[in-house]
């Protein structure tokens, strides 16, 4: 079975741009969740899609936002560039549809500089 | 607020030498505990789910235990592939529907441990 995949996996943008990463989950997975990971902070939850429904949402700015598809893929879009917001962006599915069904598989990340 | 500590922050092992990780935590009723590893410029890969007080998996070289506050990762004579870093993840039960919908699946990561496994 695939994993999870996510493209593109390296982007440099300049401040003030906009930038839209995406995520194919493993099949028949229907929860997309993201993570942004840095050297300082660690690995921080920034939403969770579930049937194309934001279900839950970290503590990250409006100019972070995303979306889900009906065949569960997932994109997830920063505005306004910022320095700050270099770093490794992560994607993780899981089924999370049932007890005992809510380990996460990640993706292998999107490097994201901004200069 | 939910917290997990992981513990050493860096761990040099020589190969073959045992050796245990520890993660602590508190949450607000545990839904799951989650290992991973993860290799430099790589997603985390996953390793172990642990649900329940006295539960234990283990995977090759690797052992993870669950306590009512802590996690154990006990790495049994190690080899230099085993070096990465371990991470180690919480799910809390859903609290209702507060600000920003539930917390169902959310993981809340530890900072993880830097494994240095040498020859």
């Known amino acids: 079975k695939a994993g999870v995949t996510q493209t593109p996996r390296y982007l440099i943008k300049t401040r003030g741009q906009q930038v839209t990463l995406s995520c194919s989950p493993i099949?028949?997975?229907?929860?997309v969740s993201w993570y942004q990971q840095t050297p300082g902070q660690g690995l921080q939850f920034l939403f969770e899609y579930f049937s194309e429904t934001q279900r839950n949402k970290g503590n990250f700015p409006g100019r972070f936002s995303g979306r889900q598809f009906s065949n569960s893929r997932s994109e997830m879009n920063v505005s306004t560039l910022e320095l700050g917001d270099s770093a490794l962006y992560l994607c993780?599915?899981?089924?999370?549809?049932?007890?005992?069904?809510?380990?996460?598989?990640f993706g292998p990340g999107t490097r994201l500089t901004v200069t | 607020e939910d917290q997990v500590t992981q513990s050493p922050e860096a761990l040099r092992l020589q190969e073959g030498e045992s050796s245990s990780l520890n993660c602590s935590y508190t949450?607000?009723?545990?839904?799951?505990l989650f290992w991973y590893r993860q290799d430099p410029g790589k997603g985390p890969e996953f390793l172990f789910t642990l649900y329940s007080a006295g539960e234990e998996k283990e995977k090759e070289r690797l052992k993870a235990t669950l306590t009512k506050k802590e996690s154990f990762l006990h790495i049994t004579a190690p080899k230099p592939e085993d070096s990465a870093t371990y991470l180690c993840?919480?799910?809390?039960?859903?609290?209702?529907?507060?600000?920003?919908?539930?917390?169902?699946?959310?993981?809340?990561f530890g900072r993880g441990t830097q494994l240095t496994v040498w020859p």
């Open positions: 099949s028949g997975h229907r929860s």
């Open positions: 993840a919480v799910q809390a039960k859903t609290r209702g529907t507060p600000p920003g919908g539930s917390t169902l699946g959310r993981l809340y």
């Open positions: 949450v607000s009723g545990l839904r799951g």
């Open positions: 993780a599915s899981s089924l999370a549809d049932r007890p005992k069904s809510y380990e996460q598989y």
